[in-house]
């Protein structure tokens, strides 16, 4: 290759000029009430483990059919309101990940089984697994820049994970749509077995 | 319904100091006032969860509510009291969010005893926040006008949805707004708070 001297130097130079300019990564805790807010609404988001047992949380509450596709998505966040004050106070809860692995284990297994429980039943499964992923949302709270607007962040984008998995979930009402929900509900739970066994 | 509201302001109305917030620059003293309810987030979160309770039950819950809101705003920016905790204005949230969770019919007096109890500690807080270079009246007149629309939105929008697939989405809302307002209680009740 024919490259004159200046050519030679280019990348070179370029790549060193990117990398003096380039800033030092910044964890992803925000400042003022955007930053709180936008942290907070990501933190679930940003989890695999959350997302995969939120969508479940839909998904079963569409099988599950009135009341129960309401029902879930309002007993799931005061729950977890009640899990994030203990960890917000300190309590301790044993097995807070290993928690939210199995939450994404049960749940999906319920939704790949098209379960249909009392809805007491599925209530207390769905409060007993809103515990855990409270408490690891309101551990991170007090360290938030703006705690209210963190708080309003990561209970809107649980909300809106529950609400992506009630809309698959209405597929319910084809065969084909029964299937494919089955089927990301087999999913959701070998992922959480895979979280649970420390595998992704 | 009196004593759950006393109980509230009892419990979370302690006299602390308030917490300042700051004002937006450029855009005048009015419209900083007007911006307050939005830009606080203990303040948006109380209002939405008393619009759901204004809204739910609307005409009957609104009719007292909303007039008792608007008065007793403007008497508590004009008569500034000690400042109290803004705490106390997510118990009311939590209270207001169960009620809508369980869709209470409070009748009109229920709401319209939320709407006076959030009003005067919005109008203190608001009187609490405000600095002495800045002009006190520009900013409360600001904050009645923004606090006022900030709540006939919400009440209304509520009342728009209480019909539409049974009153669902007030129900969720309700329980978003009472699971908010519980983790900001226990962040306060908690050590080193």
């Known amino acids: 290759m024919n490259t004159s001297l200046s050519t030679k130097f280019l990348l070179p130079s370029i790549v060193f000029l990117c990398a003096l300019a380039a800033n030092p990564a910044m964890a992803h805790e925000g400042t003022g009430v955007i930053g709180g807010f936008a942290s907070g609404f990501m933190h679930p988001i940003l989890g695999w483990d959350h997302v995969a047992a939120m969508v479940a949380v839909g998904l079963w509450g569409a099988f599950l059919g009135a009341p129960g596709i309401w029902l879930l998505p309002i007993v799931f966040p005061l729950v977890m309101a009640v899990g994030g004050a203990m960890g917000v106070a300190g309590v301790p809860l044993p097995a807070v990940e290993t928690g939210i692995a199995a939450s994404a284990v049960v749940l999906g297994i319920m939704v790949a089984l098209g379960a249909r ?7 207390i499964i769905v409060g007993a697994f809103a515990i855990f992923h409270g408490h690891a949302h309101g551990t991170e709270l007090p360290v938030a820049a703006d705690a209210v607007s963190y708080a309003v962040g ?35 739970a070998v992922a959480g077995l895979a979280f649970l066994t420390g595998v992704a | 319904m009196r004593r759950l509201l006393l109980l509230t302001v009892f419990v979370g109305g302690g006299v602390v100091p308030a917490r300042a917030h700051s004002p937006v620059a450029g855009v005048g003293e009015f419209y900083n006032g007007m911006l307050h309810p939005l830009l606080v987030p203990a303040q948006l979160v109380t209002l939405l969860a008393l619009g759901l309770v204004i809204g739910q039950h609307a005409p009957k819950s609104s009719n007292m509510a909303m007039p008792a809101f608007i008065v007793t705003l403007v008497a508590a920016l004009a008569v500034p009291t000690p400042p109290v905790s803004e705490i106390a204005l997510l118990y009311l949230a939590l209270a207001c969010g169960l009620v809508a969770v369980l869709a209470f019919d409070t009748g009109a007096t229920g709401p319209a005893a939320f709407a006076v109890a959030i009003a005067a500690i919005i109008g203190n807080t608001v009187n609490a926040d405000i600095s002495p270079e800045q002009s006190p009246w520009l900013i409360r007149a600001g904050s009645a006008l923004g606090a006022t629309l900030v709540i006939i939105f919400f009440g209304g929008f509520t009342a728009l949805l209480k019909n539409r697939w049974n009153g669902i989405v007030v129900r969720v809302l309700g329980s978003w707004v009472a699971a908010v307002a519980l983790m900001i209680i226990a962040l306060s009740l908690s050590p080193g708070a």
């Not at chain 1, 429980?117 to 209530?123: E, G, N, R």
């Not at chain 1, 809107?156 to 929900?181: C, E, F, N, P, Y």
């Open chain 1, 154 to 188: 990561f209970v809107i984008g649980t909300g809106l994970l529950h609400l992506a998995g009630i809309a698959l979930g209405l597929t319910t009402r084809w065969d084909t749509g029964k299937v494919a929900v089955r089927a990301a509900g087999g999913a959701i």
């Open chain 1, 117 to 123: 429980p009392p809805l007491w039943v599925a209530a």
